[in-house]
Structure formats: C-alpha cells, structure tokens
C-alpha cells in the first residue's frame, strides 16, 4: 500500500513539472509548480511606477520584478494584465539594458509613457551621474535609445500621436512638430521645426494643446515644487500654444498645497489629476470647487478617452480603473493578494522536464533565485554584471553587460599579450612592444 502511493505521488509530480514547462497552469504560490526555484508561479509582481493602456490589445502594461517568497528575482519586467480585469498576469518582455554593479551601472525604475499607437515604450532609469529616459524598443539589438538626461529636474512629456506632435518642458517649454524618437531629433538637425513657447520652464507633466469652453489651443502644465519650509506644493499653469516666446503669457490656474500632482489629464473641460490624497475632477479654469473621484493614495495614472476611464496604480499596490462618470471602479491586479493568479513557469533561461535545464547557458545565481544565460560561441556568458562572471578572471572584464578581454588582450581566454605583462592593484596590463 506504501508503495502504491509513492508511486502515485511520483506520477502527480511527473505531471505537474510537464504541465510546468508548457506554463499552462494557473497557480497562487510556486509550489504548486514543482521544482522550487527552478519552476516558479509568476503571479507576485511588485510595482515600479508608471502604467500604459493599449485599447486595441486590450491590455494594461506594468512594470516591475517578480516576487517568489518575499524576494525579487530577474530582470525588470513589462508585464500586462486584461483592460476588463478578467484574466491572469502576463509577462510581455524584461529590460535587457540593464547594468546592476560595476561602472556602467544602469537600472531602470519606471515606465515612462507608453504610446499605443505605435506601440512605443519608454523607460526610465538611473545611470551612474544622472537619470536616462529613452526609447526601449525588444526587438532592436540597441534596446534602449537616449533621448533626455534629466539632471537634477523633472521632465514632462505629452505625445501626440494624433497629430504627430510632442510637448516637452526641460529647460524651455517647447512644441515638436513630430513623434520625437532619437536625440537629433530632439537637439540636432531634425529639431528644425520645433519652437519655444516658454524660456525656463519645467514642469512635473502638461497637456497637448486644449481648446474648449472659452479657451483656444491652450497648453496647461504642472509644476512640482517644494517651498522655503520644505513643504510640498503642485501648481498648475495655462497658456496659449500659439504666443512664441511671449513673456509672462502663462499664470496661474490653480495651487494644491501639501502634495505634490502624480498625474492629470483635461477631458470635457475639465482637469481630473491624482496624488496621495486620491483622483480629483476640477473645472477648467480651477477653481476650489473639486470633486474626488476617489480617495485611494495614487502614484501612477493614465486616462483613456476612448473609455472615458483612468487607469492607475495605488501605493499599496494595487492596478485599478475607475469610470469617471459613473464612478465605478474595478481591481485588474492586486500585488500583495494571495488570490492574484499568475502561471507556472520555469525560471528565466531554464528549460526541461523539471525546469533545470540550462543548455548552452550559464547559471547565475541573485537572492537565491537562478537565470540561464545563453553562452556566446567562445562559451562566455552572453550577458553578465561583474568580471567574475565571465571566468578566467582577471583577464575578463564585464563591461556594458558584455564580456570583454582587458585593453590589449586577445586570445580566447583573453590572457595573451604581444608584449609585457606587469600588474598593478591585482589588475593584468598588457604593454604593447614597439618595433
């Protein structure tokens, strides 16, 4: 009798780990997937900010990493999870710009805008002397295209994907007569058709143009600031879209003391923003007659006019939307709830029966949890975030996520030199021979 259970106790768990490499299994906890850690439940998922809406796919894009035991583990993902809040968490793509230890450190903390029109996304980051915000494009071998540099302020963005127009403020308020998508067409030959309609302005986020009501191809924008007595204040400011350079054209809309705006956008003539405090609906011009939507603390928010709906992200984090005007309001995804359903899989890179199969890769090893990383033909990891990973260290060095010989090495273990080898801190130094 013993041993007819063991047996069927092996056959379940044979089934189990098959069902697991073909992730087709819904699951609340990674046990239920086999073998921990190389079979894993992608169900908890912790928010990084900034969300983006797709009507056309029908989708919500997060970011984040994913969570097993209270740890994160593997690349900061793009994740999705259904507009009707009827499905399972999905990973769309992970980050692979990223740089985590060593000189050129990059690490990217948020989804900046998502344009659903050309499917666009745009992170941001932090490198080592400044932030990085740019284009992150999967299928390109570049990855991540630079655009901005924010150095020591907020910058705010609307792109117009209707009209091919986009709407910065950095160092001036400026208007782009096209989808902005590499530096050059920010600062270089290609930003020809661009004007300034402000000198010196920053701002948190602003609005495309707006005409409604009384106003005409008005811009309103946010200003984050932070007074004498370090306390937080958010000021909205309007102006025309038509005045260049006009001086003292914009003023001020409306001030929201003790808080700072997370987020606002202008629908039917109205403003509907978001901050700690919750969503609020106020009229355009403002006025302290406001309305809120909901009280919920917000630190993430995208309206879709389509749905007449805002999509956002608390900051106990949840994914929510809510209509705002009949003010019914839905959870898509609830990264602390242990009801929040995901699928089994194995850990990234593996493969397998039991989902411990690296072929042609490498394991690497962060917070307990393991990644297969593809090997180059020299049998190198393909990617890397410190020399040792690279193996014949210290001829190897990982620069840029790639394993690279020391200047002047070669050979393929990157420790033949054509000419003097000295040392200096534990560090080979290849001296060239001059004939």
């Not at 796919?57 to 009707?84: C, H």
């Not at 690490?107 to 400044?130: A, I």
């Not at 907020?154 to 910065?168: I, K, M, P, S």
Request: proline fraction near 3%; hydrophobic fraction near 30%.
């Amino acid at each position: 009798m013993k041993l007819l259970k063991i047996l069927l106790i092996i056959i379940n768990i044979n089934i189990l780990c098959k069902i697991v490499e073909s992730s087709s299994i819904t699951c609340s906890q990674s046990y239920e997937c086999g073998n921990v850690p190389f079979s894993i439940c992608k169900n908890k998922f912790d928010l990084f900010e900034g969300i983006g809406v797709d009507p056309e796919q029908g989708k919500v894009f997060i970011m984040g990493k994913f969570n097993a035991s209270g740890v994160q583990y593997g690349n900061v993902t793009i994740a999705s999870v259904p507009m009707n809040g009827v499905g399972i968490l999905k990973t769309e793509f992970t980050i692979k710009s990223d740089v985590t230890q060593g000189s050129a450190f990059r690490n990217t903390f948020q989804l900046f805008k998502y344009l659903p029109k050309s499917k666009t996304f745009l992170t941001q980051g932090g490198e080592r002397l400044s932030f990085v915000i740019g284009i992150y494009d999967e299928k390109s071998n570049i990855k991540l295209t630079p655009l901005w540099y924010p150095r020591g302020y907020q910058l705010g963005a609307y792109f117009d994907e209707v009209n091919q127009l986009t709407y910065t403020c950095d160092f001036d308020l400026k208007i782009f007569q096209k989808i902005v998508r590499t530096q050059d067409d920010l600062f270089g030959s290609n930003s020809s058709n661009s004007k300034i309609i402000q000198n010196s302005t920053q701002c948190f986020a602003l609005s495309a143009a707006y005409t409604g009501g009384n106003f005409n191809n008005t811009i309103i924008y946010v200003q984050n600031k932070v007074n004498d007595t370090g306390v937080k204040y958010s000021t909205f400011l309007m102006g025309s879209a038509d005045c260049v350079l006009c001086p003292r054209q914009f003023f001020n809309l409306y001030q929201l003391n003790n808080e700072w705006v997370t987020g606002f956008h202008i629908y039917k003539n109205k403003i509907y923003y978001s901050s700690k405090s919750g969503i609020t609906q106020m009229n355009i011009p403002g006025t302290d007659q406001r309305f809120l939507l909901t009280n919920e603390s917000v630190e993430s928010f995208e309206f879709v006019n389509s749905e007449r709906t805002i999509y956002y992200i608390t900051t106990n984090g949840k994914v929510k939307k809510i209509d705002v005007e009949n003010l019914v309001s839905s959870t898509l995804y609830d990264s602390y709830s242990d009801k929040s359903l995901g699928v089994c899989e194995c850990a990234p890179g593996f493969s397998g029966t039991y989902c411990n199969q690296c072929i042609n890769g490498t394991v690497q090893w962060e917070n307990g949890n393991p990644t297969c990383v593809k090997n180059t033909d020299n049998g190198r990891p393909s990617v890397c975030q410190v020399d040792w990973q690279c193996g014949n260290s210290p001829y190897f060095l990982c620069l840029n996520n790639e394993c690279l010989c020391r200047s002047e090495f070669f050979g393929d273990k990157c420790n033949q030199c054509q000419g003097m080898i000295s040392w200096e801190n534990g560090i080979p130094i290849c001296g060239i021979l001059h004939r």
